[in-house]
């Protein structure tokens, strides 16, 4: 079983960065694709991207494409989110999630405790 802790998460102003990480332990980071998901207030949970376990195939939401990037360490087994251009629409509690399905529909089993992104405008 995977444990996932997120880290990284803060205020900033609209247009700035952040970088979360996602770093695990108890099992090895490249056994699983994974994911980042964020829930806003009121809100229902959002998928932003995922990267695959081979290769680092990436996918994202059409609201933070070209902004935000995905990326993994398999050697610090940990995850990243590298967020660019920040806007208060992106304020959320961010989670990271391993997906434990070996092909097809993702089955994200194990999730952080989340890392909240605020952004003021």
């Known amino acids: 079983q995977v444990r996932l802790v997120e880290s990284g998460g803060g205020l900033v102003q609209a247009g700035g960065s952040l970088r979360l990480s996602c770093t695990a332990s108890?099992?090895?980071?490249?056994?699983?694709?994974m994911a980042w998901f964020r829930q806003a207030p009121g809100k229902a949970r959002e998928f932003i991207a995922a990267?695959?376990?081979?290769?680092?195939?990436?996918e994202y939401a059409t609201s933070v494409k070209g902004r935000f990037t995905i990326s993994r360490d398999n050697a610090k087994n940990t995850m990243y989110l590298e967020m660019n251009d920040l806007k208060p629409e992106d304020t959320a509690a961010y989670y990271c999630?391993?997906?434990?399905?070996?092909?097809?529909?993702?089955?994200?089993?194990?999730w952080g405790q989340g890392t909240q992104v605020t952004v003021s405008s």
């Open positions: 990267i695959s376990r081979s290769y680092g195939l990436t």
């Open positions: 999630a391993a997906d434990v399905a070996p092909r097809g529909t993702p089955n994200y089993a194990y």
């Open positions: 108890g099992d090895t980071l490249q056994s699983y694709g």
